[in-house]
């Protein structure tokens, strides 16, 4: 064998070999194609209309945003932003809507004779009023007169109506500093002199034989029936023949939403 046909036989054989190792790789990239290109496309169409009209959605999300200039998406936005929180104020608006009809009806269950008072709702406390006082929505045209009883849960008592107007009044409470006057301590029966304090708070200096404890009430003498106070704690010095007695309102003032205004 000459050296010319040994050499063509070699060349011959790494003809064959490139050949088969092309094919084989063609194989392999006919197969991934279908795995991992072909394939997902077959399964969702085999999902059918609905995966067709997601992607018809899509795609015309794409455009519009493509086409729709950046300002316009960003005024979308805004505008949704603002309706979202429009909502929420909305929201928030009705649950205080609500829990005030909630604390109306339970004023409201304490009055058994509804003739006989004007439900008012409190427009100032008195950490937002001067002299310790309330400012009500109720005024002479609603039928509350100078000196008037005012109430809360038909048999606490917080003041005299001050002054009013036509739509509104203003509540001269107990325990202001202007108050010095007598009231009954109810489990003796007895008058005392007492003197607000302001913040719902009474002084009383009374002779140490009189027998006080924590949390006996305190009515008015024209309406014992009616709470002004509840005694809190007794301060008293052996040597002195005189007891001061500290008293506090039956409720916390700040809390308060309605009250009433006895005819």
Do not use: C
Not at 7 to 20: A, E, F, P, W, Y
Not at 176 to 204: R, W
Not at 254 to 259: A, H, I, K
């Amino acid at each position: 064998m000459t050296h010319y046909h040994f050499d063509n036989q070699i060349q011959k054989k790494t003809h064959s070999r490139k050949k088969v190792l092309g094919v084989s790789f063609g194989v392999i990239v006919t197969i991934g194609v279908v795995i991992f290109g072909i394939a997902p496309v077959v399964r969702n169409f085999a999902r059918g209309p609905e995966w067709l009209q997601v992607q018809v959605i899509e795609t015309e999300r794409a455009i519009i945003t493509r086409l729709t200039p950046k300002a316009d998406i960003i005024a979308q936005n805004t505008d949704l932003k603002n309706q979202i929180e429009s909502y929420k104020a909305g929201l928030l608006e009705l649950q205080i809507v609500r829990d005030e009809n909630t604390k109306l009806r339970t004023e409201l269950s304490y009055i058994k004779n509804p003739s006989d008072v004007v439900v008012a709702r409190i427009l100032a406390k008195p950490s937002q009023s001067l002299y310790n006082s309330l400012v009500i929505d109720q005024g002479s045209k609603d039928g509350v007169v100078l000196g008037q009883l005012v109430v809360t849960q038909g048999t606490i008592g917080l003041g005299k109506i001050s002054s009013v107007s036509a739509n509104t009044a203003t509540v001269e409470l107990f325990s202001g500093p202007q108050f010095d006057s007598n009231l009954v301590m109810n489990n003796q029966n007895i008058t005392v002199p007492a003197k607000g304090k302001g913040g719902g708070n009474f002084e009383i200096h009374i002779p140490r034989e009189i027998v006080v404890t924590d949390g006996d009430i305190l009515g008015l003498p024209e309406h014992p029936s009616v709470a002004v106070g509840v005694v809190k704690s007794i301060i008293f010095d052996p040597r002195d023949p005189f007891q001061t007695v500290l008293a506090r309102t039956p409720l916390n003032l700040q809390e308060l939403n309605f009250v009433e205004v006895v005819k």
